[in-house]
């Protein structure tokens, strides 16, 4: 808040991004509350949340709010074949799907996930269900008909 105050060095404005304000204290709240009061011409503050209720009426009657939409799993897809482009990296359509879905809506998950594989070239499905614990829908469908295959087997024995 005290560094608020003072004007940019290099821009034209300062740019505050709080995120997940939602678990600031309430003496965090009352000062922020004070600086929205007589707020400076070259500050502005983000606040981001997911949990909009926790944050004091005071604070939301002062700011614009600005609900985000997940984004679908297709739109990351593509996103992610932009950077697979960009990055030179010959990884599958499947790889992607894979990601998006893991992502759940967030370009930043997205991203996250795919960090720890962007070092190697050759990546494929089976790596990314490996890193993360998964299984794969063959693996659970070939699962349940050797059990039915078994279950009937032990059946007819008896």
Not at 31 to 56: G, M, Q, R, S
Not at 95 to 116: D, M
């Amino acid at each position: 808040i005290e560094e608020a105050e003072y004007g940019p060095i290099k821009a034209k404005k300062k740019v505050y991004l709080i995120d997940e304000v939602h678990m600031l204290s309430q003496s965090a709240f009352n000062a922020l509350l004070k600086i929205f009061e007589e707020p400076p011409n070259n500050v502005h503050f983000l606040l981001a949340t997911t949990e909009k209720d926790k944050i004091p009426e005071t604070i939301l009657s002062r700011v614009v709010l600005l609900p985000l939409q997940e984004v679908s799993a297709h739109e990351l897809e593509e996103y992610l074949q932009k950077i697979f482009l960009k990055e030179n990296l010959s990884w599958s359509n499947s790889i992607a799907r894979v990601i998006a879905q893991l992502a759940k809506g967030s370009y930043r998950n997205c991203l996250t996930i795919l960090e720890p594989f962007l070092m190697n070239k050759n990546i494929e499905e089976k790596d990314i269900f490996e890193y993360f614990g998964l299984i794969e829908d063959s693996f659970i469908d070939d699962f349940y008909s050797n059990r039915v295959a078994c279950l009937y087997n032990f059946a007819s024995i008896n």
